[in-house]
């Protein structure tokens, strides 16, 4: 009996941290993501302006790279709270899974 619930407990915190690389993973490729949008905007801008003069190529790099940092920044921003789970969410993640640790029949308070 212990036994069982000592290996579901270690599957459901294998289960947890599965989730918590996953989320990881997505925020690393969110971030990826940003960064080659913001190279293909930059890319876009420039070809747009062509024939323009330096000083405004140089503009529009700038505010195409102003705008690239704010979409890393939101990037970073999403990364770190995947990277920092609290006590909250492993809560949230840990009820899910503790009918399967629980005996039957056992009653508990909310």
């Avoid at 690393?28 to 293909?40: F, I």
């Avoid at 940092?69 to 993640?93: N, P, T, W, Y």
């Amino acid at each position: 009996m212990e036994t069982d619930i000592l290996s579901t407990v270690i599957e459901v915190e294998r289960n947890i941290h599965e989730r918590i690389e996953e989320e990881k993973k997505k925020s690393r490729d969110r971030v990826e993501q940003v960064k080659a949008e913001t190279a293909r905007l930059i890319a876009q801008e420039v070809d747009r302006l062509g024939g323009n003069s330096e000083k405004t190529v140089a503009k529009a790099k700038a505010d195409a790279q102003v705008r690239a940092a704010e979409q890393l920044r939101q990037a970073a921003l999403r990364s770190e709270q995947f990277v920092h789970v609290g006590d909250e969410m492993v809560k949230k993640i840990v009820a899910r899974y503790i009918v399967r640790i629980l005996p039957e029949g056992y009653e508990h308070d909310h």
